[in-house]
């Protein structure tokens, strides 16, 4: 296959569809050399055309805590009280730069996620 920008859907489905024939190819070998250059463009047009935005931070936090089995009452230690959770988490308060830097280091959420 010819390397060349990935234009259209077209082209971005040949370009995978040359990416799985691909998929064994040896480091060093000029099929290597190929599938990373289409891996590379692929990521190009995907970046344009499949951007994923950040989380609402809300829902960051809600997903993070069904991952790790927990109940609001859970978040109590690192929010604040019982009620602050649940305003925070019915979107009445905001959160504060120490509620986002704990939620960080606490749960790995991306903190690009928590700031809105």
């Known amino acids: 296959m010819e390397a060349k920008l990935i234009k259209t859907e077209a ?5 995978l569809a040359r990416l799985e024939e691909l ?3 040896k480091p060093g ?6 599938a990373e250059l289409l891996m590379t463009l692929v ?10 935005e950040a989380p609402d931070p809300i829902e960051a936090i809600k997903f993070r805590m069904e991952q790790m089995g927990m109940k609001r009452v859970d978040l109590a ?4 009280s019982r009620g602050r959770v649940s305003e925070i988490l019915n979107r009445q308060r905001s959160l504060t730069l120490a509620m986002i830097k704990k939620l960080h280091k606490e749960f790995g959420i991306p903190a690009e996620s928590l700031l809105t």
């Open 43 to 52: 990521e190009i047009y995907e970046e344009q055309h499949y951007k994923i």
């Open 77 to 80: 230690q690192y929010l604040g």
């Open 23 to 25: 998929f064994d190819a």
């Open 11 to 15: 082209d971005y489905n040949l370009a």
């Open 29 to 34: 070998s000029k099929n290597f050399d190929e």
